[in-house]
């Protein structure tokens, strides 16, 4: 296979979301417009978060190739002006969403970190959809309820949130901070 070409490289092997994007958005502001830079991450939930990253800030997501255990992505900065990155305006932080929960009201937690994150600790009741798979899953998601959309931080959701409400769902919510602070009542798949 030929060796792509890129300007800048990032390493995020071993990290987890969001420390890939964190990386990248300060690796994508230091280059000049037109570069391309390549993200090397072991975590399997970058590419969707990458690519969903890429499209919430105009930068072009040109692919990705997997070598063993590492994943190269490849991203091209927008020329021009940066374009600010869009965020899913409606937010609600965990102590609202408990609240919706005591109150055994009529609404989806829809978790989208990956299935392992998911396996070991998640709010009772919760559906599982990875954000890679989020598109292709989209007829598991009932449009007659709220859906409250939460990941570890808040950085997954917001993308599915913007996902989900592209797809014509009208009343999704971002739970921020997440999982990665819920100090409420969680399950496991593993005992």
């Given at each position: 296979m030929e060796r792509i070409k890129f300007d800048q490289l990032v390493?995020?092997?071993?990290?987890?979301?969001?420390?890939?994007?964190?990386?990248?958005?300060?690796?994508?502001?230091?280059?000049?417009?037109?570069?391309?830079?390549e993200i090397q991450a072991t975590d399997k939930g970058s590419?969707?978060?990458?690519?969903?990253w890429a499209k919430s800030t105009g930068h072009h997501y040109l692919g990705t190739?997997?070598?063993?255990?590492?994943?190269?992505?490849?991203?091209?900065?927008?020329?021009?002006?940066?374009?600010?990155?869009?965020?899913?305006?409606?937010?609600?932080?965990?102590?609202?969403?408990q609240a919706k929960l005591a109150n055994n009201e009529n609404i989806l937690v829809l978790d989208v970190r990956?299935?392992?994150?998911?396996?070991?600790?998640?709010?009772?009741?919760?559906?599982?959809?990875p954000l890679g798979e989020l598109e292709s899953?989209?007829?598991?998601?009932?449009?007659?309820?709220?859906?409250?959309?939460?990941?570890?931080?808040?950085?997954?959701?917001d993308l599915a949130a913007q996902k989900l409400t592209e797809a014509g769902f009208k009343q999704v919510m971002n739970v921020v901070p997440g999982m990665s602070e819920w100090s409420h009542k969680t399950e496991s798949l593993t005992k």
């Open positions: 390493d995020a092997k071993g990290l987890a979301c969001p420390m890939p994007i964190v990386r990248t958005k300060k690796a994508m502001n230091e280059l000049e417009p037109g570069k391309v830079v590419t969707a978060d990458i690519k969903a190739v997997e070598e063993g255990d590492v994943l190269k992505h490849y991203l091209r900065k927008v020329m021009g002006e940066e374009k600010e990155e869009k965020k899913h305006p409606h937010v609600v932080n965990n102590e609202e969403l990956e299935s392992a994150e998911y396996a070991f600790n998640h709010i009772p009741g919760a559906k599982s959809i899953r989209l007829k598991e998601v009932s449009s007659d309820q709220e859906i409250y959309v939460v990941c570890r931080t808040g950085n997954r959701s």
